[in-house]
């Protein structure tokens, strides 16, 4: 995920060709990217942590999202697999970041790797 600025709100991004702005942040605990890319895809996804008495955390992320006709067709043959692992290996840089180690590396699966191998080879737009 990268940024044109720090993180905070009107901040706007992405990954891949998943584009987004910051629209509500509260540091530590809560941040919502709304969708601005590609074109279809309307909704959020959003980061909010939920602390326990006993010192414990709850690290959730929602993802809400209409989409129109052909993005029900891309979202679960090609977008919904690569988020999917890009929001794994997130979770294990927030797991590694609190307790210095990961309990099982996930591994991407074939048909992640081959949705990678191909956006590897699209040229540039």
């Known amino acids: 995920m990268t940024f044109d600025r720090p993180l905070g709100v009107g ?9 987004y702005r910051v629209s509500d942040y509260v540091p530590g605990r809560w941040i919502r990217f709304r969708f601005t890319g590609p074109r279809g895809f309307d909704g959020y996804h959003e980061f909010a942590t939920d602390h326990a008495d006993d010192g414990r955390a709850v690290l959730r992320h929602t993802i809400a999202m209409h989409c129109p ?57």
């Open 11 to 19: 901040a706007t991004g992405g990954h891949g060709p998943i584009r």
């Open 69 to 125: 006709r052909t993005a029900r067709l891309t979202w679960p043959l090609m977008f919904r697999p690569l988020h999917d692992a890009l929001l794994e290996d997130s979770l294990e840089c927030a797991q590694s970041a609190v307790t210095g180690s990961l309990s099982r590396p996930a591994q991407w699966s074939r048909y992640v790797r081959f949705l990678r191998r191909l956006r590897r080879r699209r040229p540039s737009a």
